[in-house]
C-alpha cells in the first residue's frame, strides 16, 4: 500500500474548443479536497470541477504577459455516493384521551 497522500491535488487538460471560442482551453479537478466549516468546525471532504482560459494582460505592468483565468465549481454527490434516502417519518398523533389534564 502506498503512503502518498493524493488529496488535495489535481490536474488541467487541453480542452476540445471545437467552434465555441467561449470554451475553457483548459478543463479538470481537483479531487479529495479538505473543507473546514468555520461555523462548526466539521471537515467535509469535496471535489471541484476546474476550467481555465489563456488569456494576455491588456493594461497595467504585465500589459501582453500570458496568463490562465480559473473557476472552479463543487462536485456534486454521485447518486450512489450520495446519503442514502430515509425513509418517510411517521408523524406522531396525540389523542385528547392520552393528556393526562
Same mark, same amino acid.
Given at each position: 500500500?502506498?503512503?502518498?497522500?493524493?488529496?488535495?491535488?489535481?490536474? /488541467?487538460?487541453?480542452?476540445? &474548443? $471545437?467552434? #465555441?471560442? &467561449?470554451?475553457?482551453? /483548459?478543463?479538470?479537478? /481537483?479531487?479529495?479536497?479538505?473543507?473546514?466549516? $468555520?461555523?462548526?468546525?466539521?471537515?467535509?471532504?469535496?471535489?471541484?470541477? +476546474?476550467?481555465?482560459?489563456?488569456?494576455?494582460?491588456?493594461? $497595467?505592468? #504585465?500589459? $501582453?504577459?500570458?496568463? +490562465?483565468? +480559473?473557476?472552479?465549481?463543487?462536485?456534486?454527490?454521485?447518486?450512489?455516493?450520495?446519503?442514502?434516502? &430515509?425513509?418517510?417519518? &411517521?408523524?406522531?398523533?396525540?389523542?385528547?384521551?392520552?393528556?393526562?389534564?
Amino acid at each position: 500500500m502506498s503512503n502518498y497522500d493524493n488529496s488535495n491535488t489535481g490536474s /488541467l487538460s487541453r480542452n476540445d &474548443k $471545437g467552434d #465555441n471560442e &467561449k470554451r475553457p482551453d /483548459l478543463k479538470g479537478s /481537483l479531487k479529495d479536497v479538505h473543507v473546514t466549516c $468555520g461555523h462548526c468546525g466539521k471537515v467535509s471532504i469535496v471535489g471541484f470541477w +476546474l476550467s481555465a482560459w489563456q488569456r494576455v494582460a491588456k493594461t $497595467g505592468a #504585465n500589459e $501582453g504577459k500570458k496568463f +490562465l483565468s +480559473l473557476t472552479c465549481s463543487q462536485m456534486e454527490p454521485k447518486s450512489n455516493e450520495s446519503a442514502p434516502a &430515509k425513509a418517510p417519518q &411517521k408523524k406522531a398523533t396525540v389523542e385528547d384521551d392520552d393528556i393526562p389534564f
